[in-house]
């Protein structure tokens, strides 16, 4: 199946710094998201971007579909941006399955 | 507030007890999904409803049954659990099925095996 792989695996920041999270994956994808799961357990839809690049507030995200990666940016960090960040992919392989990255655990510190 | 509403929230059991997840979407999808969050583990999908139909299962062992008696509404049945069966459950809805599709997740139940 195919794997998907982010970097790094935590991250310490301090409040104010940008950072920016990595995912890699080894097939074509046609669906990509990023999420925000927070310390009640809550996973939160950042963005959908199968390809090309999104903007929502501090939060942006490219997904270069042809190298097989995506980027989070994250700028200006808050300590509400604390938690783990999950890639999440799907494929024409399969008619709905999410392949899930193991996360980059994120800690904003004041 | 993500249009899928999870509950109960928290649910302790013990292995011989019977007891149900429920999940309710309110976006108007054809598609329910579970699935579970292990400590230090990637999620991994556990069941695939499409108009009500099972269209996938994961290789999940009986002791999970999944029931989807509309397109609004997916429920996961326990029975006879096992402590490795601790867990995050999560509930995600969309359009219709396909790889291409975003998933909305529920809030999750975090369920503990006694």
């Known amino acids: 199946g195919i794997q998907v792989e982010q970097s790094p695996p935590d991250l310490i920041l301090q409040e104010g710094a940008n950072s920016t999270l990595r995912c890699n994956f080894s097939?074509?994808?046609?669906?990509l998201q990023w999420f925000h799961q927070n310390p009640w357990g809550q996973l939160i839809n950042l963005f959908y971007i199968p390809s090309g690049t999104k903007q929502n507030g501090r939060l942006s995200a490219t997904t270069v579909a042809t190298e097989r990666y995506s980027l989070l940016y994250i700028s200006s960090s808050q300590t509400t941006d604390s938690g783990v960040y999950f890639c999440a992919v799907g494929y024409a392989g399969t008619a709905s399955k999410l392949t899930f990255g193991t996360g980059t655990r994120l800690q904003v510190t004041l | 507030e993500t249009g899928v509403t999870q509950t109960p929230r928290h649910l302790v059991m013990g292995m011989t007890n019977k007891k149900s997840l429920k999940c309710e979407q309110h976006?108007?999808?054809?598609?329910m999904y579970w699935y579970k969050q292990s400590a230090k583990k990637p999620l991994e999908l556990m069941f695939v409803?499409?108009?009500?139909?099972?269209?996938e299962n994961n290789s999940v062992p009986s002791r999970f049954s999944p029931e989807c008696p509309n397109s609004s509404h997916l429920f996961l049945h326990l029975h006879t659990l096992q402590p490795e069966d601790s867990a995050l459950y999560l509930c995600?809805?969309?359009?219709?099925?396909?790889?291409?599709?975003?998933?909305?997740f529920g809030d999750g139940t975090r369920l503990s095996i006694l």
């Open positions: 976006l108007g999808h054809n598609a």
């Open positions: 097939d074509s994808v046609n669906n």
């Open positions: 995600a809805s969309s359009h219709v099925i396909g790889g291409n599709q975003p998933q909305h």
């Open positions: 409803y499409s108009l009500e139909e099972r269209v």
